[in-house]
T-cell receptor, first 111, second 114 residues
Framework: GESVGLHLPTLSVQEGDNSIINCAYSNSASDYFIWYKQESGKGPQFIIDIRSNMDKRQGQRVTVLLNKTVKHLSLQIAATQPGDSAVYFCAEVKGNTPLVFGKGTRLSVIA | DAGVIQSPRHEVTEMGQEVTLRCKPISGHNSLFWYRQTMMRGLELLIYFNNNVPIDDSGMPEDRFSAKMPNASFSTLKIQPSEPRDSAVYFC????????????FGPGTRLTVL
């Protein structure tokens, strides 16, 4: 079941390679940032977050990098697997307001 | 934990009919969010509640849309009358004590208005 747009930026990677998904944000006053993963037919799922006073945070097979100078956020996935195929959203958080989601990037893993 | 539960999972209706989407948040979560996802607009926040009180409904497209949260374990999103342009996937998400805490999404309701 489709639940995301067909005109998203798409990143195709070979299984086993590393993936880097990028996100530009606009609000320099954001408190923290979150990456979500949305598989086909499902709702978005939390992956990892990073506070605005950090530059890097690592999880299991994922690393998020934050460059506040150029307002850029990236999600790195090590040893990409077929199960990583999904749409990835970055979201900004500021104060007591809800998340602001980006448009998303589709990751396709080639077996 | 069953996670966020939404019903129905799929709804097909005719233009002009009333549609009611239901959501049961994760127990203990105080914030609840309704989103709409379409090809053209992506993921849009429609309305969110904190402690059962609507905080911001500025994302609700028009008066045909209404949402309620009568108690901490149940919320509805109603569209009356429905129109073909309302066709989308509607997600409910719940979060912790702070409105901006990590949100946990339900599986969504795919609505098709003919």
């Amino acid at each position: 079941g489709e639940s995301v747009g067909l005109h998203l930026p798409t990143l195709s990677v070979q299984e086993g390679d590393n993936s880097i998904i990028n996100c530009a944000y606009s609000n320099s006053a954001s408190d923290y940032f979150i990456w979500y993963k949305q598989e086909s037919g499902k709702g978005p799922q939390f992956i990892i977050d990073i506070r605005s006073n950090m530059d890097k945070r690592q999880g299991q097979r994922v690393t998020v990098l934050l460059n506040k100078t150029v307002k850029h956020l990236s999600l790195q996935i090590a040893a990409t697997q077929p199960g990583d195929s999904a749409v990835y959203f970055c979201a900004e958080v500021k104060g007591n307001t809800p998340l602001v989601f980006g448009k998303g990037t589709r990751l396709s893993v080639i077996a | 934990d069953a996670g966020v539960i939404q019903s129905p999972r799929h709804e097909v209706t005719e233009m002009g009919q009333e549609v009611t989407l239901r959501c049961k948040p994760i127990s203990g979560h105080n914030s609840l969010f309704w989103y709409r996802q379409t090809m053209m607009r992506g993921l849009e926040l429609l309305i969110y509640f904190n402690n059962n009180v609507p905080i911001d409904d500025s994302g609700m497209p028009e008066d045909r849309f209404s949402a309620k949260m009568p108690n901490a374990s149940f919320s509805t999103l109603k569209i009356q009358p429905s129109e073909p342009r309302d066709s989308a996937v509607y997600f409910c998400a719940s979060g912790g004590r702070i409105s901006t805490d990590t949100q946990y999404f339900g599986p969504g309701t795919r609505l098709t208005v003919l």
